[in-house]
């Protein structure tokens, strides 16, 4: 179905090579997920394939790639939009439409489909994805999550005979990621499709795919079966650490494989370890807030809560629960019709900017609404001069998060996921109070994920600062929350430490717990402890 014949590319101004002199060939029916550090070129692997690169990014591309026998060479995106369905990494920015049900039509009247069959097709897809209730809705209001769905919809309905997905889940909360991977397995095995996806949450995928492309950001790549790849990558999830950990041999890709071979391990008594509080950083009292002009329906619905210096709050809950909403609370840019919020005793709409900029760091879920620079080290330099620190102290921040930084290029030019660690890089050198942050693993590897778990836990060390993040990431939320406040139709139903409610959800449980339900243990921290100390 898909060819790659001595393929090599290098963007313009580029200091690397992205992929270089690589051959393969994708079956039809097949379904390939590929991995890679942030910033590998995973994104630019699924744009060689749709003819995105290089007839709208430029660049120079030598070798042969064809698709269903046709050379994207030749073909502009456009020319292979029948047989091909791309999704990228931010929706948002490919969508045409205000309405989803019109998103999702849109692609079929560009291919010229007749009415009757396009109707036929919309409800189909609405139905596949359970869109139907948001078919009215405008895309703007869509939780991110929701968009990511309506998005992968608007791909789905031209019947393409391949998929092209960067990062589908990493918006989606699990049980939604659950659905649409399953969609997309039986897509595979009933209908035929080609399905390749660019993900980092491997914990999510791998009992999915047949077989993983690894780039490794030097232009090389392997390319083997799941286990064979997983088996020496150190990119790799949180099951097969622990099955490294505890030396089981065959690397496990469900939790029902771990269970087959893993050894009975009853955790010693520990003394749970208690943290030292601060006063009251940010106080949420009775609020109210919608979207809706004539306030039928609210995005949250009389919410109180209080976070503390030296605390780690994880906000959980499914797509459109109202989590971004909250967090807007703090900077005061939530639609409130009731209630009242209070940032360090003060009101966040009566504060300056430079006041807010000290008291609260807010990373919304497009990240690049954030930057203005021309390159990534100008953004750095740029952040330092602003918010008054040391020069240099961004980029190192920056350079320990990315493990290929790319400091020339623009952050235009830049996958998501360093867009994200641009940002935060920028957020966390400032040192404000109150660090916001809406999704901040989307788009981050595992040994960028393990540097931001270390500074989040350097923030919470500090009485007078706390964090507060909204996630779908439970393995996140297992290593640092010291708390967990689960959402849903804009209320709080739960507010605990993180074994109180993950241990609860089955859905929201992080792959520790699940592979050894008998222990307290949540995260592979938890049993590095236990085998430390047995040691």
Request: proline share 5%.
């Amino acid at each position: 179905m898909i060819t790659f014949s001595n393929v090599s590319l290098i963007y313009p101004n580029a200091q690397r090579t992205i992929v270089e002199d690589i051959t393969f060939t994708v079956n039809e029916g097949e379904l390939l997920l590929l991995i890679g550090h942030t910033g590998a070129g995973k994104s630019s692997l699924l744009k060689l394939i749709n003819g995105l690169i290089p007839h709208h990014t430029g660049g120079i591309l030598t070798g042969e790639i064809s698709v269903d026998g046709r050379s994207t060479r030749a073909l502009r995106p456009g020319e292979l939009a029948d047989v091909v369905g791309i999704v990228g990494q931010n929706p948002i920015n490919g969508f045409v439409s205000d309405v989803v049900e019109d998103e999702i039509a849109f692609g079929l009247e560009s291919l010229g489909i007749a009415p009757e069959i396009m109707r036929k097709r919309v409800e189909e897809v609405l139905d596949l994805l359970a869109l139907a209730p948001l078919r009215r809705r405008n895309i703007s209001e869509l939780s991110g999550g929701e968009q990511q769905r309506v998005a992968i919809a608007a791909a789905l309905v031209t019947n393409p005979k391949v998929l092209l997905l960067d990062e589908p889940t990493s918006a989606l909360d699990p049980i939604a990621a659950e659905e649409v991977l399953s969609i997309l397995h039986r897509l595979v095995h009933d209908l035929g499709l080609t399905v390749i996806l660019a993900e980092h949450r491997l914990e999510r995928v791998i009992g999915f795919v047949d077989r993983i492309i690894l780039i490794h950001g030097d232009g090389s790549m392997d390319l083997g079966p799941a286990r064979q790849i997983l088996n020496d990558s150190s990119i790799a999830p949180p099951l097969v650490e622990l099955a490294r950990k505890l030396k089981l041999g065959d690397i496990p890709l469900s939790i029902r494989e771990f269970r087959k071979n893993a050894p009975q391990i009853k955790e010693s008594e520990v003394e749970p370890v208690r943290k030292a509080k601060g006063a009251a950083i940010l106080k949420i009292d009775s609020v109210s807030a919608s979207y809706d002009e004539g306030r039928k329906v609210h995005a949250l619905d009389g919410v109180s809560l209080e976070i503390n210096g030296g605390e780690i709050v994880a906000l959980m809950g499914r797509n459109g629960a109202g989590k971004t909403t909250l967090l807007r609370c703090a900077v005061g840019t939530a639609p409130l019709i009731k209630g009242e919020v209070r940032v360090k005793e003060r009101d966040p709409e009566a504060l300056t900017d430079k006041e807010l900029i000290e008291f609260v760091g807010y990373i919304p879920q497009d990240a690049g609404d954030l930057l203005y620079g021309q390159s990534i080290e100008d953004e750095c330099d740029l952040a330092d001069s602003d918010n008054g620190v040391e020069s240099g102290a961004t980029l190192s921040i920056y350079q320990e998060l990315m493990k290929i930084p790319g400091l020339n290029s623009h952050p235009r030019d830049i996958s998501e996921g360093q867009r994200l660690g641009l940002a935060l890089s920028i957020i966390l050198a400032a040192q404000p109070s109150l660090v916001i942050l809406d999704e901040p693993t989307r788009g981050l590897d595992y040994e960028a994920k393990k540097v931001l778990i270390k500074n989040l836990k350097s923030i919470a060390s500090d009485t007078n600062r706390a964090v507060f993040i909204s996630t779908h990431d439970v393995e996140l939320v297992a290593e640092v929350a010291d708390r967990v406040i689960f959402l849903s139709d804009g209320q709080v139903i739960a507010d605990g430490s993180r074994q109180e409610v993950l241990k609860a959800s089955p859905a929201f449980a992080p792959q520790v717990s699940k592979a050894l339900p008998n222990n307290t243990w949540l995260c592979l921290s938890d049993v590095e402890r236990f085998l430390n100390a047995k040691n």
